[in-house]
């Protein structure tokens, strides 16, 4: 795809969202369940259900998907969609690309060991080796637009509110 076509596929979506913000509001969903034994929960998925279950440096003995990396996986798709995006539209051309996301975590917070640990992903960073004629100003244009429009990296900046009920 080129960067007139998908003005032409986004050109309808736009208009319409500017002339009633109200349909730009887009519903997500993921669902899971305790199906299985263990410190897991279980997440249905495009490709199929994954088990989750508590990391090795948290008593987990990496048989299950450590929920953290899912995260860095989220956030890496969502970042290298956006970036593809972004790079169509202002016309760079990428012959390939490797993706990589890295992040640290400090057990001693979610495990409670110290309460002035910060829980969650510390020093996220998203690298992009890209293979591409684009100059170094340009790369750097790039790489700040995906960071502006990538959802889930943007979605890191405000925690979830967790809601716990009855079921029934």
């Known amino acids: ?18 002339s009633d913000p109200e349909t730009a509001v887009t519903p997500l969903q993921a669902s899971g369940s305790f199906e299985t034994d263990g410190i897991t929960a279980v997440v249905s998925g495009w490709a199929g259900p ?3 279950g508590l990391h090795p440096a948290t008593g987990g ?5 450590c929920s953290g990396d899912m995260l860095l996986q989220a956030v890496l798709a969502c970042a290298g969609v956006t970036m ?56 750097a244009k790039l790489g700040q637009l995906t960071e502006r429009y990538c959802v889930v990296g943007q979605s890191l900046a ?9 079921a029934g």
Do not use: C, H, N, W
């Open 1 to 18: 795809m080129d960067a007139a076509e998908l003005r032409a596929l986004q050109a309808p979506l736009k208009e319409k969202y500017r």
């Open 50 to 52: 994954v088990r989750a």
């Open 61 to 65: 003995d990496g048989a299950d998907s």
């Open 84 to 139: 593809r995006s972004v790079a169509t539209a202002m016309g760079i051309e990428i012959r390939d690309a490797t993706l990589k996301a890295d992040a640290t975590f400090d057990a001693r917070g979610t495990l409670g060991v110290a309460r002035d640990t910060k829980v969650g992903i510390q020093g996220l960073v998203i690298t992009a080796d890209l293979d591409t004629q684009a100059d170094d100003a340009t790369l």
């Open 158 to 166: 405000e925690p979830p509110r967790v809601v716990v009920r009855r």
